[in-house]
């Protein structure tokens, strides 16, 4: 069994920032693992904020956080992160990691939530303006 465990949300006003954390436990070899973060608004489907391949040399963002998110990944903690900087009212919403394992030499970073095998229970982030 995989567990992901997220922290690091909380509220904070816009203009800000927040570091996220996600720890992998359990039966997962976190290394041979591709690592995403998604995020659900109010209302709104599930998205896709960033990716991070094995190695943490590749990553991949959605275009609306482009700039101001950075993925990355701690391989000897097991540990996933995720900075956000100049957070904005529109960023408020629970934020999910993910993980997959790589099933192929050229797997890419998956933008749809299928694709990912495991999910952590999520970490608030509100942003107040």
């Known amino acids: 069994q995989v567990q992901l465990v997220e922290s690091g949300g909380g509220l904070v006003q816009a203009g800000g920032s927040l570091r996220l954390s996600c720890v992998a436990s359990g039966r997962i070899f976190f290394s041979s693992h591709t690592m995403a973060w998604f995020r659900q608004a109010p209302e709104k489907m599930r998205e896709f904020v960033a990716a991070v391949g094995t190695g943490g040399r590749v990553t991949n963002y959605a275009d609306s956080v482009q700039g101001r998110f950075t993925i990355s990944r701690d391989d000897a903690r097991n540990t996933l992160y995720l900075q956000i900087d100049s957070l904005k009212a529109e960023d408020t919403a629970v934020y999910y990691c993910?993980?997959?394992?790589?099933?192929?030499?050229?797997?890419?970073?998956?933008?749809?939530?299928?694709?990912?095998?495991?999910w952590g229970q999520g970490t608030q982030v509100t942003v107040s303006s």
């Open positions: 993910a993980a997959r394992p790589v099933r192929a030499i050229f797997d890419g970073l998956p933008r749809t939530d299928a694709a990912y095998d495991y």
